[in-house]
């Protein structure tokens, strides 16, 4: 075996030494990256992913609600429509705690009850307090809808940003780590600028799928409240005739 052959197996041993000390030298999977970046990355990355899982729960949290809520204005407006009387339907949903166009019914139906048990003459003010009452239960009503929708809208609008500040962060630090070993080796620059696109990727994680729920959820709510507004409307126009009905046989 001549000098020259010894020499490149050499070369080729050192050169396998040299590639396996920089795999081992730093993992490279995700939880890996998140390991090795700095602290303010770090704190990025764990409030995306708080904002992210925080998001996936209201979201299943809505879906539920909505689902439900439907379900109920159903079964509502089909004992409504049954042309069973107002009277009996109150008293059935007297004991319970009703929502929806349920609570819209209780609260225009107590009104009702308490201003003719308390003899009462202008049957405009009476029609004026039922209306009244009707938009201060329909807007309760609509808030429970939106509840939290705003969190995923924040979520949505906001999350890219703090992920690019992440990464800006991380990318500033791993500009000082090449400065101060003086290589532009890529073994030595990719790491840091992985760890940095990380926080990114989180936010665009936690940002989509937000944006994507926070329309959905919306027009769902905005059909929900336009039925309460309906019902609301009709129920209203039925009091004002048993109104009519109850003065003139006075």
Same mark, same amino acid.
């Given at each position: 075996?001549?000098?020259? !052959? ?26 890996? &990256? ?14 995306? &992913? ?14 539920? +609600?909505?689902?439900?809520? !439907? ?12 042309? =069973?009387? +107002?009277?009996? &339907?109150?008293?059935?949903l007297a004991d319970k705690n009703p929502t929806g166009m349920g609570a819209l019914f209780m609260a225009a139906m107590k009104e009702w009850k308490k201003s003719f048990e308390r003899g009462a003459h202008s049957q405009i003010g009476l029609q004026t307090r039922i209306d009244k009452v009707l938009d201060v239960s329909l807007a309760r009503e609509s808030d429970s809808l939106e509840k939290? $929708? ?13 992920? $690019? ?7 500033? !630090? ?11 080796? *890529? ?10 696109? +990380?926080? @990114?990727?989180?936010? *665009? ?18 059909? $929900? @409240?336009? =039925? ?10 039925? $009091?004002? =005739? ?7 046989? =006075?």
């Amino acid at each position: 075996m001549d000098v020259t !052959t010894i020499f490149a197996i050499s070369s080729a041993f050192a050169q396998g030494v040299e590639t396996g000390t920089l795999e081992a030298a730093g993992d490279h999977s995700l939880i890996g &990256l998140f390991i090795q970046a700095g602290f303010i990355v770090k704190f990025v990355m764990i409030g995306l &992913l708080i904002a992210s899982v925080w998001s996936w729960g209201v979201m299943v949290d809505k879906y539920i +609600l909505f689902a439900k809520t !439907t379900r109920q204005f159903n079964r509502f407006e089909d004992v409504f429509w049954s042309g =069973r009387s +107002l009277e009996e &339907l109150y008293q059935s949903l007297a004991d319970k705690n009703p929502t929806g166009m349920g609570a819209l019914f209780m609260a225009a139906m107590k009104e009702w009850k308490k201003s003719f048990e308390r003899g009462a003459h202008s049957q405009i003010g009476l029609q004026t307090r039922i209306d009244k009452v009707l938009d201060v239960s329909l807007a309760r009503e609509s808030d429970s809808l939106e509840k939290r $929708l705003g969190f995923l809208a924040t979520v949505g609008s906001a999350a890219p940003f703090v992920g $690019l500040f992440g990464t800006v962060v991380g990318i500033m !630090t791993s500009f000082q780590a090449i400065a101060g070993s003086k290589s532009t080796n *890529l073994a030595v620059v990719a790491p840091g600028i992985a760890e940095a696109l +990380l926080a @990114t990727a989180l936010g *665009l994680m936690a940002a989509i799928p937000a944006v994507i729920a926070y329309n959905k959820f919306s027009s769902d709510a905005g059909k $929900l @409240t336009s =039925r309460l507004e309906g019902f609301a409307d009709e129920f209203s126009a039925i $009091l004002s =005739r048993q109104i009519d009905e109850k003065t003139s046989k =006075r």
